[in-house]
């Protein structure tokens, strides 16, 4: 089982919560499904997805007033116990994606 971390920050690496007022969502999906959505936290700017069986899965970013209007990311998970962190970085003046951080990491 493993976990996917969510953060969306902008290009000085602080936490972007929100866009006039309105909260990020986050979706994961799995073969064109929506197995969760979550907002990001309001204070961190993060979301999570816990304990996930073995298997291809996207990680949405959405937010009407951002460019694109969302952002995906796939990730296969394999047997191992890992914690996927995707870090989705907004240029904020301009309110455009600027790229997606990937990182994996043991599971404590």
Not at 25 to 47: C, F, M, Q, Y
């Amino acid at each position: 089982m493993s976990d996917i971390f969510v953060m969306v920050r902008n290009q000085n690496n602080y936490a972007m919560t929100s866009v006039d007022g309105v909260a990020f969502i986050t979706l994961l999906t799995r073969d064109g499904r929506v197995l969760a959505e979550e907002k990001v936290d309001l204070i961190e700017a993060d979301a999570g997805f816990d304990d996930l069986a073995p298997g291809q899965y996207t990680v949405v970013v959405k937010h009407d007033r951002v460019e694109p209007r969302s952002a995906a990311w796939d990730i296969t998970i394999g047997n191992q116990d890992r914690v996927i962190v995707l870090t989705f970085v907004y240029l904020e003046p301009e309110r455009v994606l600027l790229r997606v951080l990937a990182t994996v990491e043991e599971r404590l």
